[in-house]
């Protein structure tokens, strides 16, 4: 399969931001850990990350004819971005939603996700395990 893992605002600042809610690895560090797991190594995964909203819409576009799967961790665009929730459901990609931290049992505005009814899973708390974990499931979703 071939598979785009895009990461949203300020996750380009992990290890260094907020490291008690995010940890101490940067986003280079989990895409390395991710490329050694034995789910990956038989993909073509993708790494993608932008700050800008157009950006990343821009990327679902791009990407639609060539990606077999999108996991996706939209940062803060989770909560109130419709422009990224309508571009996943434009395209016809099977989609996982992953946040590092449980964003249940944080600030109020971080229960609600504009984006998780277009995608087929969504998986909160789990660190960077979030990412094997949403690829799996897209395996497992291409088997079917
Ligand atoms: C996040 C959770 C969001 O609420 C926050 O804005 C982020 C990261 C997570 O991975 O836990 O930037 O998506």
């Known amino acids: 399969m071939k598979i785009l893992i895009i990461n949203g605002p300020n996750l380009n600042l992990l290890g260094e931001r ?3 809610i995010y940890g101490h690895e940067s986003l280079a560090d989990m895409e390395l850990w991710l490329s050694n797991q034995p789910e990956a190594t038989t993909h073509e995964i993708e790494w993608f990350q ?3 909203e157009g950006k990343i819409i821009d990327k679902i ?3 639609m004819k ?5 996991i996706i961790n939209p ?3 989770t909560h109130y971005s419709y422009a990224i929730r309508d ?3 434009s395209v016809n990609i099977p989609t996982v939603e992953v946040h590092l931290s449980d964003i249940e049992n ?3 505005f971080r229960r609600f996700s504009v ?16 990412y094997l974990n949403a690829l799996k499931i897209l395996l497992i979703n291409d088997d079917k």
């Open 75 to 77: 940062g803060a665009f």
């Open 87 to 89: 571009a996943i459901s």
């Open 66 to 70: 060539t990606k077999d799967g999108l």
């Open 115 to 130: 984006i998780q009814d277009v995608c087929i899973e969504q998986i909160k708390g789990m660190g960077k395990t979030g």
């Open 50 to 52: 932008s700050n800008h």
């Open 18 to 20: 907020e490291p008690d």
């Open 61 to 63: 576009h791009d990407e």
């Open 106 to 108: 944080r600030e109020d």
